[in-house]
């Protein structure tokens, strides 16, 4: 049966309201991650890891950023396998839940000074419990509004969700800008807990329209199919090719945010940058990111997701070595250059993920699927690079930006070659996709 024959006319009342619940999680899910990425570069070296070396406590923090991305593809198997067998609303309300609470209880952990080393132990608890829930929530939005949408606008619609990554990214961005003007001992005593503690706010306003919302058509259709597999994980991993292609084509867009946001404060201020003068590109980047993920997105439904992801990782191979080559000039302005030069790749990327991946998976192993890869590619692109990036200066001994352009540029290549293998998925009939199915190219 086609998807027109199951849903030949989407009601675009209700597809509006699964498109703002998913935009909302979304916003929560980055406001956290990427809050809590931003102030491990600040604060946390010194509150939860404090040592008579700085840059082991910058390692030390960026370490507990790694775990909640470790922690991803955890949830990614466990939400993904109960998203296919009761549906993909429960869970999502949950996850959304998980997230919020997480971060609110991060914002009132004691610090190093008053419980000693229980303070990063129950600060690595709190991680993990965030990467898990952000394991199942980015994919069970993204296919709430895929599977209600029509094929031809899975892209438009897509993008409209994704623009809570860099909404989410400027209300963390502010929160931080705003709480780093405090005075040193303010910031340090009690003014890093604000923003964590604002998280209760989006969680009440999300939970609130996402407990409204209607299950996937799709699933409902799919829900009393007899050769439904009981363990869609076994499903999905017998057929590797299509998992390995799915998780790899994340890696370069995930490594390209970590590197010019959440590792970019820490490069910019070894190299004589304020704080404040990053924190303010790393703003910016996500005004751009408005608009240009929104419009990749849209592109991907007229162009195809394959020409759009190429243009993206083919971008970044080529300009690594420029886009640090202008941060590296020490010139605010061409700071900013350098970081919108980056976020505009990362967007071509980025936007057509959410309905390549589900294009990729049949609807019986699809939550489990686009969860595990679009987890595995955060995980190895976005969770492990501030980390090695980290690393990397402390084996040098002097900050250098040839090894992260060439960070970045490995990383594209992989998703170049990655999607150069995968076939173009648009317009794929999601209703007739039973099993797991991915055209690659010859």
């Given at each position: 049966m086609s998807e027109t024959a199951v849903r030949r006319s989407p009601d675009h009342a209700v597809l509006r309201k699964v498109a703002l619940s998913g935009l909302l999680g979304t916003v929560i899910e980055y406001y956290d991650f990427l809050l809590y990425g931003t102030l491990a570069a600040i604060v946390f070296g010194q509150l939860f890891f404090p040592g008579s070396d700085p840059v082991v406590g910058t390692i030390a923090?960026?370490?507990?950023?790694?775990?909640?991305?470790?922690?991803?593809?955890?949830?990614?198997?466990?939400?993904g396998h109960f998203g296919d067998r009761m549906g993909r609303k429960s869970m999502l309300v949950l996850t959304m839940t998980m997230m919020g609470l997480a971060s609110v209880l991060i914002g009132l952990l004691p610090t190093y000074g008053s419980i000693g080393v229980w303070a990063p132990v129950l600060l690595v608890l709190c991680r993990i419990v965030q990467g898990v829930a952000i394991g199942g929530e980015w994919a069970g939005a993204t296919l709430m509004v895929v599977e209600h949408a029509d094929a031809k606008r899975r892209g438009l619609w897509n993008g409209l969700l994704q623009m809570g990554s860099p909404l989410g990214s400027v209300l963390s961005t502010i929160a931080v800008a705003l709480v780093t003007r405090l005075p040193e001992d303010q910031l340090m005593s009690w003014g890093w807990r604000v923003p964590f503690l604002f998280s209760a706010v989006l969680l009440g306003i999300g939970l609130y329209v996402r407990i409204s919302i209607t299950e996937s058509p799709l699933f409902e259709q799919s829900r009393a199919a007899a050769d439904k597999p009981k363990v869609p994980l076994v499903e999905v991993l017998r057929n590797p090719g299509t998992f390995l292609l799915a998780?790899?084509?994340?890696?370069?867009?995930?490594?390209l945010t970590a590197l010019i946001s959440t590792f970019m404060i820490t490069?910019?201020?070894?190299?004589?940058y304020a704080t404040a003068d990053v924190v303010t590109g790393v703003l910016i980047t996500a005004l751009l990111g408005l608009v240009a993920i929104p419009l990749f997105s849209l592109l991907s439904d007229h162009l195809g997701r394959r020409t759009v992801v190429v243009g993206g990782a083919t971008g970044?191979?080529?300009?690594?070595?420029?886009m640090y080559a202008l941060v590296n000039t020490k010139?605010?302005?061409?700071?900013?250059?350098?970081?919108?030069?980056?976020?505009?790749?990362?967007?071509?990327?980025?936007?057509?993920?959410?309905?390549?991946?589900?294009?990729?998976?049949?609807?019986?192993?699809?939550?489990?699927?686009v969860s595990l890869g679009y987890q595995m590619g955060a995980l190895i692109g976005g969770g492990f690079t501030p980390l090695l990036a980290s690393s990397v200066f402390t084996i040098s001994g002097a900050p250098s930006s040839t090894p992260l352009a060439v960070l970045a540029g490995a990383c594209g290549l992989v998703t170049l070659l990655a999607i150069w293998r995968t076939g173009e998925t648009r317009g794929r009939d999601l209703a007739a996709e039973v099993e797991t199915r991915t055209p690659v190219s010859s």
């Open positions: 923090s960026f370490g507990t950023l790694a775990v909640g991305y470790v922690a991803r593809p955890v949830g990614g198997i466990v939400f998780s790899a084509v994340g890696i370069g867009p995930f490594a490069y910019g201020k070894s190299i004589g970044i191979v080529l300009l690594a070595f420029p010139v605010v302005a061409l700071l900013f250059a350098g970081m919108l030069l980056g976020q505009l790749i990362q967007n071509a990327m980025y936007a057509p993920l959410g309905p390549l991946l589900s294009e990729m998976f049949g609807t019986n192993v699809r939550y489990t699927g």
